[in-house]
């Protein structure tokens, strides 16, 4: 196994080996772009050393040789006392992570070798303490633990005791008294001195990143943006160069686009004389990327040039990090950027126009989750509230709650069950559990490539940076006289950066508001809907599979109908049996004979036939699949402990309640040790004789009174829970009976076929099918029954750990597990198939809206997936992208 590459060997399709920055390192180099010259250590060398400790067989060899050329080819030696090579040892993963993993750099130096760095730089001192500094910093951190505030603490006192403000003001005997204050932090907690041997600090450092990979904040940020854990980071060891020489030296971050909203022009953030992190850190306030065509016109012109090339290369918008050294310009990044949701949607529509890409390609570039963000509310601000303050719109959303100031004090408020805004001056990895667990982040210091907002954008959180007005303290932060303090609760807007006290009230978004047809894409001047539209059409052209939805009621129907639903895949009728028509179903339950059961089953008809009709007429023309009831009836009387308390505390009185004893004895005789598994769907209706037989005769009836208005009805009756073809067959020549009864020459056409959401029942799909005119994958229960885990129960009691332990890298319930439950779907569609060719398959369960499990309902050969209203549209793009895909789309 070859463990290093030379950027030379590398290219941009090799990020599963060499990470993205790596990767994108060889393909700038190849590309002849100025990349310091480096190598990169694989994501395999970091697998191996993860699995076995320490030790990669054959690694130190390879990176001598690597390094050896290296060192020729910058004619220095790494950490030569005369005149060193300094080299950066940074982290890189497949994905970006951005700042969870380590990075040093300055590798090399020590107390011999400052003194050639200083030579170097034309004897500049100041620099070369400033760069042992943070390499004593850096690698005590990263490598050995090292506290980092008790560095801060020095670097705190040091400029206070001078007198001074901004770490430049220090100078090179301050910062030589400072890397002697900080070697003594670093014995303090390492128990050795910082080790002088330049190789040996370069092989901790390419080992503590490695080791990186599983730092805690790293798991998390994995768990929530679905990477996996077994892949690894890449180690890139790059010659340095520096923007800390002084005034025509900087360091910098560029967009080819406005990552916000997808707009061409001059996008990014220059800092002058200043090293590596600082820019991104938002430490000290920047300078826009357009003030440095001032500052350097001849770098500026080139960088210009080379975002173009870049673009033109990657058909994309590119994200890069440089840094000018001496008014040289090099390249320390670049990679596909990451953007907001409305940017994505409007990018891809731009290249389209601008001939980069086609419409099948811009649809793999935009995702159903990013469709789902744009669908949250917007601020509402008729009422022209006035701003507390302004700050830079990060991360788009409208977002309040209670302001916190502390992460740990975020994920209390959330698990409170209330909205919190995390207000930090900066935010670092740390902050990232506080950062997930608050509707929205607010920051006084930092630009849109900080922390706070790079990391926001990838989680589609609401972000408000840079509001420097901003004072904030520990537990309150004053604008000017203004004071707000824990707990108050503030409104942010993280499009126009604006930040008000108060909760602002919300609308809709333009996007659902398209959805709902109130906006024309072609009048409304706004290249966001255009661009909505322009894709989801092109998805609508190109997906094979139908959508539907899950609706009961006949504004949810023509809601989901608006957006684009292709009927109604899952009518969950028990809905029909709560408010006040509880009662009715209570007289069902406790009915002693024939006739008041027959009497309460009579009564709950004609309201049955009225929601159904009312169901069809929306949606008119469309199928429409009524489930028949399907939870045990016991979750229509009253709970047990209650009424049991009320019963004894009236016996206590001395009282008779007759009623209330009648529903005790009922809900006893009802009680079930486990309900889910119990008597619910097709048992209820083998047990209880009239209740299916009341449900069918009320589809059957409302879909001939549609059919009297000149309507077309197209109802699917589905029977839940079965798991043996008898169960079916039995249901099935009993309501045959009644519709035939019912439909009489209307012409009306009502199919029957079952859920498939019991093991058996996908296992024996082949006989089942001789019953069923159509499959419907209930992929709730089928994950309930498949697993062995009770969904009301687990997600909330253990599922944390099992995310933890790496068991699925998400819950089984929000997407399908593709090798077990998935399995047994694939199955059930075969052999289902295979009975009756003509057979209809869909799915109605939660994963019917869930974008990896739409793809794979595609590929397993669905009809439709059946989701909520909200998630139609979501669907709909899924299932394009998914047909785009399958037509093994060279695109992605
Ligand atoms: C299912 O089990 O997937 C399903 C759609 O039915 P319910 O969620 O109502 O049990
Ligand atoms: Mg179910």
Same mark, same amino acid.
């Given at each position: 196994?070859?463990?290093? +590459?030379?950027?030379?060997?590398?290219?941009?399709?090799?990020?599963?080996?060499?990470?993205?920055?790596?990767?994108?390192?060889?393909?700038?180099?190849?590309?002849?772009?100025?990349?310091?010259?480096?190598?990169?250590?694989?994501?395999?060398?970091?697998?191996?050393?993860?699995?076995?400790?320490?030790?990669?067989?054959?690694? !130190?060899?390879?990176?001598?040789?690597?390094?050896?050329?290296?060192?020729?080819?910058?004619?220095?030696?790494?950490?030569?006392?005369?005149?060193?090579?300094?080299?950066?040892?940074?982290?890189?993963?497949?994905?970006?992570?951005?700042?969870?993993?380590?990075?040093?750099?300055?590798?090399?130096?020590?107390?011999?070798?400052? !003194?050639?760095?200083?030579?170097?730089?034309?004897?500049?001192?100041?620099?070369?303490?400033?760069?042992?500094?943070?390499?004593?910093?850096?690698?005590?951190?990263?490598?050995?633990?090292?506290?980092?505030?008790?560095?801060?603490?020095?670097? =705190?006192?040091?400029?206070?005791?001078?007198?001074?403000? @901004?770490?430049?003001?220090?100078?090179?005997?301050?910062?030589?008294?400072?890397?002697?204050?900080?070697?003594?932090?670093?014995?303090?907690?390492?128990?050795?001195?910082?080790?002088?041997?330049?190789?040996?600090?370069? @092989?901790?450092?390419?080992?503590?990143?490695?080791?990186?990979?599983?730092? @805690?904040?790293?798991?998390?940020?994995?768990?929530?943006?679905?990477?996996?854990?077994?892949?690894?980071?890449?180690?890139?060891?790059?010659?340095?160069?520096?923007?800390?020489?002084? *005034?025509?030296?900087?360091?910098?971050?560029?967009?080819?686009?406005?990552?916000?909203?997808?707009?061409?022009?001059?996008?990014?953030?220059?800092?002058?004389?200043?090293?590596?992190? @600082?820019?991104?850190?938002?430490?000290?306030?920047?300078?826009?990327?357009?003030?440095?065509?001032?500052?350097?016109?001849?770098? +500026?012109?080139?960088?210009?040039?080379?975002?173009?090339?870049?673009?033109?290369?990657?058909?994309?918008?590119?994200?890069?990090?440089?840094?000018?050294?001496?008014?040289?310009?090099?390249?320390?990044?670049?990679?596909?950027?990451?953007? *907001?949701?409305?940017?994505?949607? *409007? %990018?891809?529509?731009?290249?389209?126009?601008?001939?980069?890409?086609?419409?099948?390609?811009?649809?793999?570039?935009? *995702?159903?989750?990013?469709?789902?963000?744009?669908?949250?509310?917007?601020?509402?601000?008729?009422?022209?509230?006035?701003?507390?303050?302004?700050?830079?719109?990060?991360?788009?959303?409208?977002?309040?709650?209670?302001?916190?100031?502390?992460?740990?004090?975020?994920?209390?408020?959330?698990?409170?069950?209330?909205?919190?805004?995390?207000?930090?001056?900066?935010?670092?990895?740390?902050?990232?559990?506080?950062?997930?667990?608050?509707?929205?982040?607010?920051?006084?210091?930092?630009?849109?490539?900080?922390?706070?907002?790079?990391?926001?954008?990838?989680?589609?959180?609401?972000?408000?940076?840079?509001?420097?007005?901003?004072?904030?303290?520990?537990?309150?932060?004053?604008?000017?006289?203004?004071?707000?303090? /824990?707990?108050?609760?503030?409104?942010?807007?993280?499009?126009?950066?604006?930040?008000?006290?108060?909760?602002?009230?919300?609308?809709?978004?333009?996007?659902?508001?398209?959805?709902?047809?109130?906006?024309?894409?072609?009048?409304?001047?706004?290249?966001?809907?255009?661009?909505?539209?322009?894709?989801?059409?092109?998805?609508? /052209?190109?997906?094979?599979?139908?959508?539907?939805?899950?609706?009961?009621?006949?504004?949810?129907?023509?809601?989901?109908?608006?957006?684009?639903?292709?009927?109604?895949?899952?009518?969950?009728?028990?809905?029909?049996?709560?408010?006040?028509?509880?009662?009715?179903?209570?007289?069902?339950?406790?009915?002693?004979?024939?006739?008041?059961?027959?009497?309460?089953?009579?009564?709950?008809?004609?309201?049955?036939?009225?929601?159904?009709?009312?169901?069809?007429?929306?949606?008119?023309?469309?199928?429409?699949?009524?489930?028949?009831?399907?939870?045990?009836?016991?979750?229509?009387?009253?709970?047990?402990?209650?009424?049991?308390?009320?019963?004894?505390?009236? =016996?206590?009185?001395?009282?008779?309640?007759?009623?209330?004893?009648?529903?005790?004895?009922?809900?006893?005789?009802?009680?079930?040790?486990?309900?889910?598994?119990?008597? $619910?769907?097709?048992?209820?209706?083998?047990?209880?004789?009239?209740?299916?037989?009341?449900?069918?005769?009320? %589809?059957?009836?409302?879909?001939?009174?549609?059919?009297?208005?000149?309507?077309?009805?197209?109802?699917? %009756?589905?029977?839940?829970?079965?798991?043996?073809?008898?169960?079916?067959?039995?249901? $099935?020549?009993?309501?045959?009976?009644?519709?035939?009864?019912?439909?009489?020459?209307?012409?009306?056409?009502?199919?029957?076929?079952?859920?498939?959401?019991?093991?058996?029942?996908?296992?024996?799909?082949?006989?089942?099918? /001789?019953?069923?005119?159509?499959?419907?994958?209930?992929?709730?229960?089928?994950?309930?029954?498949?697993?062995?885990?009770?969904?009301?129960?687990?997600?909330?009691?253990?599922?944390?750990?099992?995310?933890?332990?790496? %068991?699925?890298?998400?819950?089984?319930?929000?997407?399908?597990?593709? /090798?077990?439950?998935?399995?047994?779907?694939?199955?059930?569609?075969?052999?289902?198939?295979?009975? $009756?060719?003509?057979?209809?398959?869909?799915?109605?369960?939660?994963?019917?809206?869930?974008?990896?499990?739409?793809?794979?309902?595609?590929?397993?050969?669905?009809?439709?997936?059946?989701?909520?209203?909200?998630?139609?549209?979501?669907?709909?793009?899924?299932?394009?992208?998914?047909?785009?895909?399958?037509?093994?789309?060279?695109?992605?």
């Amino acid at each position: 196994m070859k463990f290093v +590459y030379d950027f030379h060997e590398g290219n941009k399709d090799l990020k599963d080996l060499l990470g993205g920055k790596g990767a994108n390192l060889a393909e700038m180099t190849n590309l002849g772009l100025p990349v310091p010259p480096g190598f990169t250590i694989t994501t395999e060398a970091c697998q191996e050393f993860l699995r076995h400790g320490t030790h990669v067989p054959g690694l !130190a060899a390879e990176i001598d040789e690597h390094l050896a050329a290296l060192e020729r080819k910058m004619g220095r030696r790494l950490g030569d006392p005369d005149d060193p090579l300094l080299v950066s040892v940074r982290s890189g993963a497949k994905f970006s992570m951005p700042g969870m993993m380590e990075t040093v750099l300055n590798v090399g130096l020590n107390d011999a070798s400052v !003194a050639g760095l200083s030579r170097q730089a034309g004897g500049n001192d100041r620099f070369a303490w400033d760069s042992y500094r943070r390499l004593i910093q850096m690698f005590g951190k990263t490598v050995c633990d090292v506290p980092g505030d008790e560095f801060e603490d020095a670097l =705190h006192e040091a400029k206070a005791a001078k007198g001074v403000k @901004d770490d430049v003001q220090l100078d090179a005997d301050d910062l030589k008294a400072l890397v002697t204050a900080y070697k003594k932090v670093f014995v303090k907690h390492t128990g050795h001195d910082f080790p002088q041997d330049p190789r040996e600090q370069m @092989d901790l450092a390419v080992a503590a990143v490695f080791r990186s990979w599983n730092a @805690d904040r790293a798991v998390l940020y994995r768990r929530q943006e679905r990477i996996p854990a077994d892949l690894g980071t890449a180690v890139n060891v790059v010659a340095m160069v520096f923007g800390n020489l002084g *005034t025509d030296s900087g360091t910098g971050v560029a967009f080819t686009r406005d990552p916000a909203s997808g707009e061409q022009g001059v996008y990014g953030d220059y800092l002058a004389n200043a090293q590596g992190e @600082d820019v991104v850190a938002g430490i000290r306030n920047t300078l826009a990327l357009a003030e440095l065509e001032k500052l350097d016109k001849r770098s +500026y012109d080139e960088l210009m040039r080379i975002m173009a090339t870049l673009e033109g290369h990657y058909r994309d918008l590119c994200d890069i990090e440089f840094t000018i050294e001496r008014g040289k310009l090099w390249m320390l990044q670049t990679r596909v950027g990451k953007r *907001t949701a409305a940017a994505a949607f *409007t %990018i891809a529509a731009q290249l389209v126009d601008e001939g980069v890409i086609d419409l099948d390609e811009a649809l793999t570039r935009v *995702t159903g989750s990013q469709l789902g963000q744009l669908m949250f509310p917007r601020f509402d601000l008729s009422g022209d509230p006035a701003p507390l303050t302004r700050g830079i719109g990060a991360s788009p959303g409208a977002a309040y709650g209670e302001v916190v100031f502390t992460s740990k004090r975020a994920t209390e408020v959330a698990a409170s069950g209330k909205a919190a805004i995390l207000v930090r001056r900066e935010t670092n990895p740390d902050d990232l559990p506080g950062m997930i667990a608050a509707n929205g982040i607010l920051t006084s210091r930092g630009g849109k490539t900080s922390h706070a907002a790079v990391v926001a954008r990838g989680m589609g959180k609401t972000c408000v940076c840079g509001a420097d007005e901003m004072e904030v303290g520990p537990d309150y932060f004053t604008v000017g006289a203004q004071r707000v303090d /824990e707990g108050d609760v503030i409104s942010i807007d993280g499009t126009t950066g604006r930040v008000y006290l108060g909760e602002v009230p919300v609308r809709p978004s333009e996007v659902v508001q398209y959805f709902e047809g109130d906006l024309d894409p072609a009048q409304a001047n706004d290249p966001l809907v255009a661009a909505v539209h322009r894709i989801i059409t092109h998805a609508d /052209e190109k997906r094979r599979l139908s959508v539907r939805t899950n609706a009961d009621t006949g504004a949810d129907a023509a809601r989901a109908r608006r957006f684009g639903a292709q009927g109604i895949g899952l009518c969950r009728t028990e809905h029909m049996f709560l408010g006040d028509r509880r009662e009715l179903v209570e007289r069902l339950i406790l009915a002693r004979t024939d006739a008041e059961r027959e009497d309460a089953l009579a009564a709950l008809q004609p309201l049955q036939r009225a929601d159904f009709l009312e169901i069809f007429r929306e949606m008119n023309g469309l199928p429409v699949t009524v489930r028949l009831i399907d939870p045990p009836l016991h979750e229509f009387l009253p709970s047990l402990e209650e009424l049991a308390v009320k019963v004894a505390v009236a =016996h206590e009185h001395g009282q008779r309640v007759e009623h209330d004893e009648q529903m005790l004895a009922a809900v006893r005789r009802m009680h079930e040790q486990n309900p889910m598994l119990g008597l $619910r769907g097709v048992r209820l209706g083998l047990v209880i004789p009239g209740l299916f037989a009341m449900q069918v005769r009320a %589809i059957a009836e409302a879909a001939v009174a549609l059919a009297a208005e000149g309507g077309n009805p197209r109802p699917e %009756i589905m029977v839940p829970l079965v798991g043996a073809v008898q169960e079916l067959e039995t249901v $099935r020549a009993e309501a045959e009976k009644i519709i035939a009864d019912v439909i009489g020459d209307s012409g009306v056409e009502v199919l029957i076929g079952t859920m498939i959401e019991v093991p058996r029942a996908a296992l024996t799909a082949g006989q089942i099918a /001789e019953a069923a005119e159509f499959f419907s994958f209930g992929t709730n229960d089928l994950t309930q029954m498949g697993w062995g885990f009770s969904r009301d129960d687990v997600e909330g009691a253990f599922f944390w750990r099992y995310l933890e332990l790496g %068991i699925f890298g998400i819950s089984p319930f929000e997407s399908i597990d593709t /090798e077990g439950v998935g399995r047994l779907v694939r199955i059930a569609a075969e052999e289902g198939r295979a009975t $009756r060719p003509g057979l209809k398959l869909g799915v109605c369960g939660e994963h019917g809206g869930d974008p990896d499990s739409v793809h794979f309902f595609h590929e397993v050969g669905l009809d439709y997936v059946s989701c909520s209203p909200f998630r139609v549209p979501i669907a709909r793009l899924e299932a394009g992208r998914a047909a785009v895909e399958s037509e093994g789309s060279d695109h992605r």
